[in-house]
């Protein structure tokens, strides 16, 4: 049977979640959620704040451990791994609040993340000055990262996380805080990542922006999936509208 495969032809699924369970206390976070995603995708996940959305990636990355449920990557379970063995293997994230070395260049900010792939420096630098192209700051490669600007700073994140060559990247609100040009900015990148072959899961609270990203999207409330589907087809989902979207949001939408 060839790689990536499943019995009878289909093909596997690239990141599969079964069951995925996860409590602090009280709080029930995420509760049985399942989803999958193929080569390639582009995956929306959204909900309101506190639906669980950062639980799922703390859990598929490694940070946290699942109460019950099942991560598979490329066919292999995932579960129990440690974050930088889950990274080896091709996943990667960005984070919400961007923190990177500030007194460090952003081509030293890179090449840290380059090391993960290639232990000898020359080849870590040469990589890290690829991506920090890629991502459109090469003018500012030499700048310390705690001079660069929030919409820098983000692209230096996603800079970060390509530098670790991901399969999967899993981006955790890229565009919170940027301006509407910002914005465009960082969809244009995001879809030139995904075109080159990057499958992508990301959080976004621009409706906008995720809409027109998405193959995809799951929604989120209360850690519990209300939906999933096509974006035209979430947007008019009438669970979907009442624990998110709002009637504001579909009254405005463009037809």
């Known amino acids: 049977m060839a790689a990536g495969t499943q019995a009878g032809g289909s093909p596997a699924a690239l990141l599969e979640v079964r069951g995925l369970s996860k409590r602090f206390g009280g709080l029930q976070a995420?509760?049985?959620l399942s989803l999958a995603m193929a080569e390639g995708e582009m995956l929306g996940l959204i909900g309101p704040n506190g639906a669980g959305k950062t639980t799922v990636f703390?859990?598929?990355s490694g940070f946290l451990r699942p109460d019950a449920g099942?991560?598979?990557f490329r066919g292999q379970s995932i579960v129990g791994l440690k974050p930088h063995a889950i990274c080896r293997q091709g996943l990667a994230r960005t984070f919400q609040l961007v923190r990177p070395f500030p007194h460090l260049s952003v081509l030293d900010n890179v090449k840290v993340a380059a090391l993960t792939r290639h232990a000898r420096t020359p080849e870590a630098r040469a990589r890290a000055r690829a991506v920090v192209e890629r991502v459109g700051l090469a003018p500012r490669a030499d700048v310390a990262a705690g001079r660069l600007t929030l919409a820098e700073r983000k692209c230096l994140e996603l800079a970060r996380a390509l530098a670790t060559e991901p399969t999967l990247l899993l981006l955790d609100e890229v565009m919170a805080g940027l301006n509407a040009t910002e914005t465009e900015g960082i969809v244009r990148l995001i879809t030139r990542i995904n075109e080159s072959g990057v499958s992508m899961l990301l959080i976004e609270h621009n409706m906008r922006?995720?809409?027109a990203l998405s193959h995809r999207i799951v929604v989120l409330s209360f850690g519990e999936k209300i939906a999933e589907g096509t974006p035209s087809a979430v947007a008019s989902d009438a669970r979907?509208?009442?624990?998110?979207?709002?009637?504001e949001y579909v009254h405005?939408?463009?037809a």
């Open 209 to 211: 922006a995720v809409m």
């Open 58 to 60: 703390n859990l598929v």
């Open 70 to 72: 099942e991560i598979r």
């Open 240 to 247: 979907v509208i009442e624990a998110y979207l709002g009637e």
């Open 252 to 254: 405005a939408a463009p």
């Open 30 to 32: 995420v509760s049985d």
